[in-house]
């Protein structure tokens, strides 16, 4: 897709959320660029821009975690204009079993009472975590979670999807 700059908001959001991130939020993990997205014809298409999946997690996919522990999820979110913490969104968790035929985890389980359903819970500072259990989430028909390749999705309609895949080892 193509826009052109003297007519589109490009610039101005671009500049916003980079300024926001420089202007104290926490580095980006991992050298990696803020999570943004344009809408058609110009201007954000979201209001908050994300750091992207924070450790224990790595970005680049390649963290392997053993079946039956918890697995931290974690993110931070800024304000697109002002790059303020944000600590008002319900980012919510899906997860996908990337095998042979790709499932859908029917029930991501927290293993935290602090957590509702899978909503992440806000933690300060725009950070958002929820402890994800790989013993008590489960695949339709209640069939446990197996041993491979999983997708994970931190998703909301204020914010661009941000993806990861890691591993769930025996």
Known sequence: MRFD????????????????????????????APSLSIA???GCRYS???????PPINADSSSS??????????ITFTDCTTGAPVDALTPT???????????????????????????????GNGQYIFNLSTKRSQFNAGQDLIPGTYELTIWGSSFADVLVKFAIRP
């Open 5 to 32: 700059l003297r007519f589109s908001m490009l610039p101005l959001c671009l500049a916003a959320a980079l300024a926001g991130c420089a202007a104290g939020t926490p580095a980006l993990p991992n050298g990696q």
């Open 48 to 54: 908050f821009v994300s750091t992207g999946i924070q």
């Open 93 to 123: 968790i899906s997860l996908l079993f990337l095998g042979t035929d790709s499932l859908d985890v029917n029930e991501v389980v927290s293993s935290s009472a602090a957590d509702s359903g899978n909503v992440m819970r806000p933690a």
């Open 65 to 74: 975690f053993q079946l039956g522990r918890t697995v931290p999820v974690k």
């Open 40 to 42: 058609p014809g110009g």
